[in-house]
């Protein structure tokens, strides 16, 4: 478990006013609001969570964790309590094999069940002070903001109305969120043609399928460890079903034997869902003092666990920017720069899952171009190019100061040796601050002029190993979410000037 932050008395009921008075007001307690919720903690901020659930899901839901997630967690020190989950270098596109080996700390994809994730950032947030209303969960049925803060009107579980006033509030309630439909956020994009009915079932006996295509439908079947089998299942040209609740066994039983012609329906199952291609995106992630991060923010189909990445990845970009704003160390407007870098990231992933959901869920008239693009993963650019979008390693945020090609790009991996200590460099950012490292045997000088929000940090590479573009540089600032906004050249420190303009911007005026 990462070191726990400056902790704050939780919560638990409303103040003297009858309202409880927070920072944030986070909606919805699935991992992308724990991280979320984690990362406001660890930076001192008061956080209450709002939770329609009565109970933490058991439903595994998404279990897969890309490369740059594992990096999110490793740089908060999160990664041991995940016990060394399996690690898979073959994902897909579209169904199609894809190696996703790329250079870094966590190459391929990692099976972890949600109620693991959800169960570890849970721990983490409530050791950091906060109140997630453990025992009363809270479903809205209200908000209204002005100027200065964000008031929201919950229910408990005994019917029980329950006001909550923060000076933000943050949507991370999923795909039918209720803070989008109480602040009818303009949500374009389109709606769902083709579903996949999927659960996880006791007690059968069938062959392990991957993307299996069989002239009535595609069908996906894994057995796991525990003797647990999910299913999957699309036929092909059965359009997308509204639904107002998950379809029953019975139906998903049916749709697997008239593709596969095996008998499923004698299995005990532990939950059924579905999902479609529905492809949507919020015109704007921020609305005033109410953002949205993950499925509240965009609504994709989750191939290949990309929407829980994207969510998590929201989180981590959103959290030290709303914490910095409310510190008083950065002005309001860096919370623009949330919408505009995840804006377009999500824009790009949407585009990569609906081309997927195309080949996967299309029937024999997707089958040439299915050929073409399996000829073309051979080419090894090709292959870069898709695992990189996969794993969320090809970010790049534009729009930043300096021309230095590492500006925009994350910090890349490598061993360093910090006085006689050895570590890496996302354990450099094991505090949850910024980072001014040093590499040619000093700090910048002007750094210290935000000692308070950075870590100033002198460093060498570890012998005999590889530093990468690390070598080429003198000195780098990094965000608190690991991605560089300044880099020096070897051997040339750089103007103080440009830096202190650098860091002003992202670090807010020093005191």
Same mark, same amino acid.
């Given at each position: 478990m990462a070191a726990p932050g400056p902790a704050r008395p939780r919560r638990t009921a409303p103040g003297p006013t009858g309202v409880l008075d927070t920072q944030v007001i986070v909606v919805g307690a699935g991992p992308v609001g724990l991280l979320l919720t984690a990362e406001l903690c660890l930076h001192g901020i008061q956080v209450a969570v709002v939770e329609q659930r009565h109970r933490p899901t058991k439903e595994s839901r998404a279990s897969t964790l890309h490369a740059r997630t594992m990096e999110i967690f490793d740089s908060r020190g999160l990664l041991t309590d995940f016990a060394s989950p399996p690690t898979e270098p073959r994902g897909h596109f579209g169904g199609l094999p894809l190696d996703l080996t790329l250079p870094g700390a966590y190459p391929g994809q990692h099976k972890v069940p949600q109620t693991k994730t959800e169960s570890v950032l849970e721990e983490w947030a409530l050791s950091l002070g906060a109140d997630i209303h453990c025992g009363h969960r809270l479903e809205l049925i209200d908000l209204v903001q002005d100027g200065e803060a964000v008031e929201a009107q919950a229910m408990d579980r005994e019917g029980r109305p329950?006001? $909550?006033?923060? =000076?933000?509030?943050?949507a991370c309630d999923g795909q039918d969120s209720t803070v989008r439909r109480l602040t009818g956020a303009d949500f374009p994009g389109q709606g769902a043609t083709r579903e996949l009915l999927r659960a996880d079932v006791e007690g059968i006996h069938i062959r392990d399928r991957r993307f299996e295509r069989l002239p009535g439908g595609l069908a996906i079947a894994a057995r796991r460890p525990d003797g647990v089998t999910r299913v999957m299942v699309h036929e092909f040209g059965a359009p997308a079903q509204q639904r107002t609740h998950a379809p029953q066994f019975t139906e998903m039983a049916a749709a697997w034997q008239r593709v596969t012609g095996e008998d499923i329906s004698a299995g005990t199952p532990l939950w059924v869902n579905h999902f479609d291609d529905a492809n949507r995106q919020l015109a704007q992630y921020r609305h005033g003092r109410v953002l949205y991060a993950g499925d509240a923010a965009h609504r994709q189909m989750p191939i290949g666990g990309q929407a829980l990445n994207l969510g998590l990845q929201d989180a981590f970009n959103l959290g030290w920017k709303l914490a910095a704003v409310l510190a008083g160390h950065a002005p309001e407007a860096l919370l623009d720069t949330y919408h505009t870098e995840r804006h377009a990231v999500g824009r790009a992933v949407l585009a990569n899952i609906r /081309? =997927? /959901?195309? $080949? $996967?869920?299309? %029937? /024999?008239?997707?089958?040439p171009l299915r050929t073409v693009l399996a000829e073309l993963l051979g080419d090894e650019q090709v292959r870069t190019r898709l695992a990189g979008m996969i794993s969320g390693l090809d970010i790049?945020? /534009? %729009?930043?100061?300096g021309g230095h090609p590492l500006v925009g790009l994350r910090l890349p991996h490598a061993r360093l040796r910090v006085g006689s200590a050895t570590c890496t460099t996302l354990e450099l950012l094991r505090s949850g601050r910024g980072l001014l490292l040093g590499l040619d045997g000093r700090v910048p000088a002007v750094g210290e002029r935000w000692a308070d929000r950075l870590d100033l940090v002198v460093a060498r590479p570890e012998p005999d190993s590889?530093?990468?573009e690390l070598d080429k540089v003198s000195a780098v600032a990094v965000r608190p979410d690991g991605y560089v906004v300044w880099a020096a050249p070897s051997q040339q420190m750089g103007a103080d000037q440009e830096l202190a303009a650098v860091l002003e911007r992202w670090f807010g005026t020093p005191h």
């Open positions: 329950v006001r $909550l006033r923060g =000076q933000y509030l943050v /081309a =997927q /959901a195309m $080949l $996967l869920l299309g %029937g /024999a008239e997707v089958e790049h945020y /534009a %729009g930043h100061d590889d530093p990468g």
